[in-house]
């Protein structure tokens, strides 16, 4: 499978997962992830699964700053819904690398490891998005915002065409290009930008 070359432009992050390093899946629990694991999770590549890449890997550094962050030890909470707007996209990249899972999570072993209700929805208190260390009373409140990283206006021409397969083979390559490179812009050319994501 090809995916656009700009994937491997954008930074990685690398956890400590205790749990693999319990099982032997990973020397010392280390586990690099990419931008193109979250793609694969999704099964597409987006402006929101860019953004949750971007908000997810900068909440981890405020939490843990040049330490590796501990996957299994975070606590994800999202103000609105599961339901609502992109909230669940955005849970499924967050829960990828931090590995807070909902009800339906590993239950764990003798007490430990334990990955279930560490996702939560309708928390009022947590504003859109709060990432919270287990381990002791650390906790980021995140907002994402990609109004700053507009597309280009032929998309909107496009659009229309591509989902009623009205577009040619030519309209519709263009489409693709144009819809990623948007994403680069997110990822590459915004990857500091505070803009997109505001952490306290």
Same mark, same amino acid.
């Given at each position: *499978?090809?995916?656009?070359?700009?994937? =491997?432009?954008?930074? /990685?992050?690398?956890?400590?997962?205790?749990?693999?390093?319990?099982? !032997?899946?990973?020397?010392?629990?280390?586990?690099?992830?990419?931008?193109?694991?979250?793609?694969?999770?999704?099964?597409? %590549?987006?402006?929101?699964?860019? !953004?949750?890449?971007?908000?997810?890997?900068?909440? #981890?550094? @405020?939490?843990? !700053? %040049?330490?590796?962050? $501990?996957? +299994?030890?975070?606590?994800? $909470?999202? /103000?609105? %819904?599961?339901? %609502? /707007?992109?909230?669940?996209?955005?849970?499924?990249?967050? +829960?990828? #690398?931090?590995?807070?899972?909902?009800? !339906? +999570?590993?239950?764990?072993?003798?007490?430990?490891?334990?990955?279930? &209700?560490?996702?939560?929805? $309708?928390?009022?208190?947590?504003?859109?998005?709060?990432?919270?260390?287990?381990?002791?009373?650390?906790?980021?409140?995140?907002?994402? &915002?990609?109004?700053?990283?507009?597309?280009?206006?032929?998309? +909107?021409?496009?659009?229309? #065409?591509?989902?009623?397969? *009205? @577009?040619?083979? =030519? $309209? @519709?390559?263009?489409?693709?290009?144009?819809?990623?490179?948007?994403?680069?812009?997110?990822?590459?050319?915004?990857?500091?930008?505070?803009?997109?994501?505001?952490?306290?």
């Amino acid at each position: *499978m090809t995916f656009p070359a700009f994937f =491997e432009d954008v930074p /990685g992050i690398t956890l400590r997962d205790p749990l693999a390093e319990f099982l !032997g899946a990973a020397d010392g629990g280390l586990i690099e992830y990419r931008y193109v694991d979250a793609v694969r999770l999704a099964g597409h %590549s987006c402006p929101t699964v860019a !953004g949750a890449w971007l908000l997810t890997t900068r909440a #981890l550094r @405020a939490l843990y !700053g %040049s330490e590796a962050p $501990e996957r +299994g030890a975070i606590r994800v $909470e999202f /103000g609105e %819904s599961q339901r %609502s /707007g992109v909230a669940g996209v955005i849970a499924s990249v967050a +829960g990828l #690398l931090t590995g807070a899972a909902g009800v !339906g +999570g590993f239950k764990g072993l003798a007490g430990r490891f334990s990955r279930r &209700d560490l996702l939560q929805f $309708e928390v009022p208190e947590a504003g859109d998005i709060r990432f919270a260390r287990l381990d002791r009373a650390a906790a980021v409140r995140c907002t994402l &915002d990609l109004s700053p990283v507009p597309g280009d206006p032929r998309m +909107g021409e496009l659009l229309p #065409l591509v989902l009623q397969g *009205m @577009a040619g083979a =030519e $309209e @519709a390559a263009l489409f693709g290009r144009l819809w990623q490179e948007r994403v680069r812009r997110i990822l590459i050319d915004h990857h500091d930008d505070p803009a997109l994501v505001r952490i306290s």
